[in-house]
């Protein structure tokens, strides 16, 4: 069963930092694009950052500068590096990728979410 899981969320301070993972399992053959995505009470599912395979990233305008996305392609691990959260940076915090189980067969995945909560 291929599967996307996350971890690392939890509550910080405003100003504090997280580093959540997403690891990837079952039968891989390769996988192209991964991203982060957050989705907050009340409002539509968001893109953070999003990787490709040959690492090349981009960021939603409200995390230039304070998030890191990357991957390590042979752990089939993407991470995220949160930096000066800030209270509007709450929200469930999904992973997702496009993934082939082989050559000719691309199916899009979904992490179950980590909730990430920044309050004083």
């Known amino acids: 069963q291929l599967q996307l899981v996350e971890s690392g969320g939890g509550s910080v301070l405003p100003g504090g930092s997280l580093r959540l993972s997403c690891v990837a399992s079952g039968s891989i053959f390769s996988i192209n694009a991964m991203g982060w995505y957050r989705q907050a009470p009340g409002k539509q599912r968001e893109l953070v950052a999003a990787?490709?395979?040959?690492?090349?990233?981009n960021y939603a305008d409200s995390v230039k500068g304070r998030f890191t996305i990357s991957r390590d392609n042979a752990k089939n691990t993407m991470y995220l590096q949160m930096n000066s959260l800030k209270p509007e940076d709450t929200a469930v915090y999904y992973c997702?990728?496009?993934?082939?189980?082989?050559?000719?067969?691309?199916?899009?995945?979904w992490g179950q979410g980590t909730q990430v909560t920044v309050s004083s």
């Open positions: 990787i490709t395979s040959g690492g090349s990233t």
């Open positions: 997702n990728a496009d993934i082939y189980s082989s050559p000719w067969r691309m199916s899009h995945y």
